[in-house]
Nanobody, 123 residues
């Protein structure tokens, strides 16, 4: 099993920045992809970004390209999501998740999930 714990959410104004963290524990991550998804109020969960734990290759959802950056600290077993130029439409619960193997943008491909952290962008 893999346990995931998100942190770093909060209330920010449009244009602000915020950095989320996802701490992982449990089984080795070397063969895994880690990802961020988000679920806006009343909407379905959507893909934000993913990173291959070994090698660090990344993928982004179209709505966050150029504004969000996913990264990981191999030694700390922690993944990050740096979010810049935040917009009200970025308001959502942000979840980290992990799956064996390569990238997927489909949430049902991911087997382990964190509890989520709320990000609210409002003036």
């Amino acid at each position: 099993q893999v346990q995931l714990v998100e942190s770093g959410g909060g209330l920010v104004q449009p244009g602000d920045s915020l950095k989320l963290a996802c701490a992982a524990s449990g089984r080795t991550l070397s063969s895994r992809t880690m990802a961020w998804f988000r679920q806006p109020p009343g909407k379905e969960r959507e893909f934000v970004a993913a990173i291959r734990w070994s090698g660090g290759s990344t993928n982004y959802g179209d709505s966050v390209k150029g504004r969000f950056t996913i990264s990981r600290d191999y030694a700390k077993k922690t993944m990050y999501l740096e979010m810049n130029s935040l917009k009200p439409e970025d308001t959502a619960v942000y979840y980290c998740a992990t799956k064996i193997g390569g990238y997927s943008g489909r949430y049902h491909d991911y087997e382990y999930w964190g509890q989520g952290t709320q990000v609210t962008v409002s003036s």
